[in-house]
């Protein structure tokens, strides 16, 4: 069992959809990370929570961390949000664990 | 302010030869993680770099070797390239360790034949 499990794997979406990526961890962790890659390779990072909730722009990401959970939300979904997103949870011995991402596609 | 650099960008080896891929972190940064990300899939921790030493490790074989220089760029070194080396390695800075916001570059594609 992968110590991040990343859920759905993969999500199409109508553009204005308001988007919900789930991640749990088994691990304990110092931060929890979302992580957007796109086509090519480059990857970006969104979010890094260690508790509560964070917003940037139409994004916001959350966490529980007694239930070793994380939701990362896209309000009004555009065509350009259309990428690979990754949750990773960083624990206290410095390791990174990375989920195997989620695929979303928003169609116009 | 320049991000997190790495070269080569794509590099092709062959099966047995040694490979060396560079990273330079972002202005500030003295932490470098290294990543494994093979087609479809989520990266893995390799190795991370602070001080000049490896600070963590990952489920990597000996093969995967690197160095931290004193201006902080660092270095990973494969050797005895198998098939399934086959992947995209990214680095990472960071000012501090994990729990510090990570800045990743584009990646090295190397590509084994």
């Known amino acids: 069992k992968n110590e991040v499990e990343q859920s759905p794997q993969n999500l199409t979406a109508q553009e204005g959809e308001f988007i919900t990526i789930n991640c749990s961890y088994s691990?304990?962790?110092?931060?929890l990370h979302w992580l957007q890659q796109h086509p090519g390779g480059g990857i970006v990072s969104l979010f890094m929570?260690?508790?509560g909730k964070k917003k940037h722009g139409r994004l916001i990401a959350t966490i529980n961390i007694q239930e070793k959970h994380s939701s990362l939300h896209i309000t009004a979904s555009h065509p350009r949000d259309s990428a690979v997103y990754i949750c990773a949870a960083a624990n206290t011995g410095n390791q990174f664990y990375f989920g195997t991402g989620t695929s979303l596609t928003v169609i116009p | 302010d320049a991000g997190v650099t790495q070269s080569p960008t794509h590099l092709i080896k062959t099966r047995g030869q040694q490979v060396t891929l560079r990273c330079s972190p972002k202005?500030?940064?003295?932490?470098v993680s290294w990543y494994q990300q093979a087609l479809g899939q989520g990266p893995q921790f390799i190795f991370q770099?602070?001080?000049?030493?490896?600070?963590q490790r990952g489920n990597f074989p000996d093969r995967f070797s690197g160095h931290q220089f004193p201006n902080y760029s660092s270095e990973l070194n494969v050797n005895a390239l198998l098939l399934g080396d086959s992947a995209l390695y990214l680095c990472?800075?960071?000012?501090?360790?994990?729990?510090?916001?990570?800045?990743f570059g584009d990646g090295t594609r190397l590509s084994i034949l």
């Open positions: 202005s500030g940064h003295d932490t």
């Open positions: 770099y602070y001080e000049e030493e490896e600070r």
């Open positions: 929570l260690s508790s």
């Open positions: 990472a800075s960071s000012f501090g360790g994990n729990n510090q916001p990570q800045h």
């Open positions: 691990v304990g962790i110092s931060a």
